[in-house]
């Protein structure tokens, strides 16, 4: 597959990693040699761009309808440790984010980057992910970590796995607000 496919044209701005050839979201944790390091979302940096009002994937400014991205763990919750972003950068994440578009692709903590939260450290990937589309947030720094708790959502879109491990989406049956 081609990613630059499928890149909405408001991530066709970030910079490219050449070892994947993947944008690099802007809130990815960098190494000190300047690397990316995918598995590490950088903490102060998803705050900054939130604060701003800016996507958490392509730093641009967000709309008026927002979306996260989680398990079922932080609809639950409803709490998530990603930053706000864009629909269409989320959707393109489900797609072109390794870890969230292979059942088997592990994420690997990079003890290399410190201060920064290594993405869903408290739970085992989950099976399925869900975008929360909703109109406002709020973010609490918890332990030195961001947390954002979105306003109530307008829609749910929910993400599983296909028999051979490829995230798609599947009609959504949530129940109305
Ligand atoms: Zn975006």
Redesign the pocket.
Known sequence: MDPSRELPD??RSLPIDRHRGLPIPAVTARHPDGQPDFSTVDGREALRLASEGR?G????PLDSQIAFLGGPGAVAARAYHDPP??E??AEASTILCPHLSRRDMRRVTDRRSTGVLPRNSAEEKPDRWVMWICRGFAAYVIDGMPLFRPAPYLRLRTFTYTDGGHLHETPDTSPRP
């Not at 994937?57 to 641009?60: D, S, T, V, Y």
């Open positions: 408001l991530m996507c994937i392509c730093g641009n972003m864009h269409s950068c």
